[in-house]
């Protein structure tokens, strides 16, 4: 699959949490959590399960900090 992205990060899958609509998706990248909200749909095409290999994939107008 071709993407513009230029920011993908590879990390492993510690958690999928499915709502009614939408599910997240917590990535180790490295020892750094970062969290995804995307489809059920998607979650499901995907395969996406805890202990499966993801990228992350940033689009930069999509960046959002957050500091604990």
Same mark, same amino acid.
């Given at each position: 699959?071709?993407?513009?992205?230029?920011?993908?990060?590879?990390?492993?899958?510690?958690?999928?949490?499915?709502?009614?609509?939408?599910?997240?998706?917590?990535?180790?990248?490295?020892?750094?959590?970062?969290? *995804? $909200?995307?489809?059920?749909? @998607? !979650? +499901?095409?995907?395969?996406?399960?805890?202990?499966?290999?993801?990228?992350?994939?940033?689009? *930069? $107008?999509?960046?959002?900090? @957050? !500091? +604990?």
């Amino acid at each position: 699959m071709k993407i513009s992205a230029r920011n993908q990060l590879k990390g492993v899958i510690v958690e999928v949490t499915k709502g009614a609509t939408t599910s997240h998706v917590r990535i180790d990248i490295g020892g750094s959590i970062m969290t *995804a $909200s995307i489809t059920n749909e @998607a !979650v +499901d095409e995907l395969g996406l399960a805890v202990g499966g290999e993801a990228y992350a994939v940033v689009k *930069a $107008s999509d960046v959002m900090v @957050a !500091v +604990d």
